[in-house]
C-alpha cells in the first residue's frame, strides 16, 4: 500500500487467460528436374490448396471443416516409412490454414523448355488442433 510505502510487483503475477494452440511453419525449397516432376509438384499443390479449404454441406447452409494433417517427421526419405519419435519432436493434428509459393525464389524467374518453374519455396502455415498438455510431457 502506499501509506506502508511499498507496492506490489505487476510483472510478478501472470494472468492465465486460456491455453493456445500450437502453430506451426515449415518453409520447403523444391526444384522439379524435369517435366514429371514438375507436373507431380503441381498436382502436389492442388491437393493442399483442396485439403485447406472448406466445404459446403449439401443444402449450402454451413461450411465443413478443411482437412487434418498428421505431420511427422520421416527417416531415409520416408522410403522405410519409420520415424525418430525419440529424437524428433512429435506433431498434434493439424490443420493448414495458409500456404504461400514463391514462383520465382531467385533474382529473375526461371523456367523449363515447356513452360514449369525450375524451382519454387512453398511456406506452409500449420495450426495444431489438439492442444499440448502437461500430461504429453510426463
Known amino acids: ?36 516432376q514438375s507436373l507431380e509438384l503441381q498436382k502436389f499443390i492442388r491437393r493442399l490448396k483442396f485439403a485447406m479449404s472448406p466445404s459446403l454441406t449439401p443444402l449450402n447452409t454451413a461450411y465443413t471443416y478443411p482437412k487434418l494433417f498428421q505431420i511427422q517427421f520421416m527417416m531415409d526419405g520416408g522410403e522405410s516409412g519409420s520415424t525418430n519419435p525419440n529424437f524428433l519432436y512429435p506433431f498434434k493434428p ?29 511456406q506452409l502455415n500449420f495450426l495444431e488442433v ?9
Do not use: C
Request: charged letters at 20%; a negative charge.
Open 1 to 36: 500500500s502506499r501509506a506502508a510505502g511499498i507496492s506490489f510487483n505487476e510483472f510478478e503475477s501472470i494472468f492465465f487467460k486460456s491455453p493456445m494452440y500450437k502453430p506451426l511453419s515449415f518453409v520447403f525449397y523444391i526444384s522439379p528436374e524435369n517435366e514429371t
Open 94 to 122: 493439424a490443420v493448414l490454414l495458409d500456404m504461400a509459393i514463391n514462383y520465382s525464389p531467385g533474382e529473375k524467374p526461371a523456367f523449363h523448355k515447356n513452360g514449369h518453374t525450375q524451382a519454387i519455396i512453398i
Open 130 to 138: 489438439k492442444l499440448w498438455l502437461q500430461s504429453d510431457f510426463a
